[in-house]
């Protein structure tokens, strides 16, 4: 018999995910890097709430075409910009309040180096928020598997704080999807 798949992720359950790891981020400045078509950049969005802003790159200037025509549900949320770019590549972004980096860490070779540009474009003290597989092996769609042990040693050489794993769920690809998150170091 065939697995039955998870129903794919909404607005909603990126919310439900998202909260844990921004309890407080009312009027600040975020980025959604690997943004895609955006399912977790209108839940960041909603709390970071109208007085903020969130920016979503990504590479793919399709996708952000999608993410840019869809609408926001769920009352008051902050103005979406959009910016075409590379996380491997120099972004150059307003400083930062908070990151989120939901299933792109794993597309790319050099996380560390990757990570340390993050860091770089954060204030001291703000947030990165990473989802990615747990246990996961490396393979076409997930090339570069960054498993919660493997984030720890990552961002600890980045210059982030102990990251912390807040939330985790079964992905529709089998396994599991978790949440962590870790602070840019004074
Ligand atoms: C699996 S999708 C995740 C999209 C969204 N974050 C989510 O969780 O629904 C991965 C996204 O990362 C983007 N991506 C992959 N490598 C990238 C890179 N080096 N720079 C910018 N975006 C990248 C892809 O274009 C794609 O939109």
Same mark, same amino acid.
């Given at each position: 018999?065939? #697995?039955v798949r998870r129903p794919r992720m909404n607005q909603g359950d990126a919310l !439900? +995910?998202?909260r844990a790891a921004v309890p407080a981020a009312d009027?600040?400045?975020w980025a959604d890097l690997g943004a895609g078509t955006g399912v977790f950049t209108r839940a960041l969005a909603t709390l970071v709430g #109208?007085?903020?802003r969130v920016i979503a790159v990504d590479r793919d200037a399709t !996708? +952000?075409?999608v993410l840019s025509a869809r609408t926001v549900d769920g009352g008051p949320a902050a103005p979406i910009i959009t910016v075409a770019g590379d996380v491997t590549e120099p972004l150059s972004l307003p400083p930062l309040d908070g990151v989120v980096m939901a299933n792109v860490l794993h597309f790319v070779a050099d996380a560390e180096g990757v990570l340390a540009r993050v860091a770089a474009m954060l204030r001291p003290g703000g947030r990165l928020v990473l989802m990615e597989y747990e246990g996961r092996r490396p393979g076409p769609w997930v090339p570069y598997p960054v498993d919660a042990a493997r984030f720890?040693?990552?961002a600890r050489d980045a210059g982030f704080t102990l990251p912390r794993v807040?939330?985790?769920q079964p992905?529709?690809?089998g396994g599991e999807i978790y949440v962590a998150v870790a602070e840019r170091s004074p």
């Open positions: 018999m065939r #697995p !439900a +995910l998202l009027g600040e400045v #109208p007085p903020g !996708a +952000l075409e720890v040693e990552l807040v939330a985790a992905s529709r690809f």
